[in-house]
């Protein structure tokens, strides 16, 4: 059976919670602490080497413990003449609950 890792981005409040889920269900996972490239916040990239058949399974715990949130960002403001007032106007952004990537394992090796 092919090996896969799961790369999944997820809130850095739910990570922990995910990583014990994960281990109760016998999964190896490891956490990289990690930045959203557009909110440019701390979140939390959890890798898990599993079986492809165990796919489904490392899917349904992801998403029981990893919950969409709803943040604002303020755009950049804009180039201002002197004497110009910018009144920034927050964007509503929804986050998560897990972005996943699933990718083909070429080799597994542990020494
Ligand atoms: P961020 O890049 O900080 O993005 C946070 C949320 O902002 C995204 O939530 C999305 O709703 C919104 N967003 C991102 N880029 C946008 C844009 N150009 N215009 C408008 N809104 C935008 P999610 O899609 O749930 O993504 C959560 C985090 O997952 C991202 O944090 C990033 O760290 C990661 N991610 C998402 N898609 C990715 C991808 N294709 N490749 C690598 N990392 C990704």
């Known amino acids: ?17 995910l990583i ?8 190896s996972s490891t956490k990289i602490s990690t930045t959203g490239g557009f ?11 599993t079986e492809g058949d165990k796919i489904p399974a490392v899917l349904e715990i992801i998403k029981r413990n990893c919950h969409t949130r709803t943040q604002y960002v303020n755009p950049l ?7 110009e007032l ?4 927050p964007v509503e952004v929804q986050v998560g609950g897990a972005v996943i990537f699933v990718l083909d394992v070429e080799q597994l090796i542990r020494y």
């Open 20 to 27: 014990s889920a994960l281990r109760d269900a016998g999964f």
């Open 39 to 49: 909110l440019r916040e701390g979140n939390a990239s959890i890798l898990i080497g």
């Open 77 to 83: 403001p804009p180039v201002m003449e002197p004497g």
């Open 86 to 89: 910018y009144m920034p106007n």
């Open 1 to 17: 059976m092919a090996t896969k890792l799961v790369v999944s981005i997820v809130h850095s409040d739910d990570a922990d919670p």
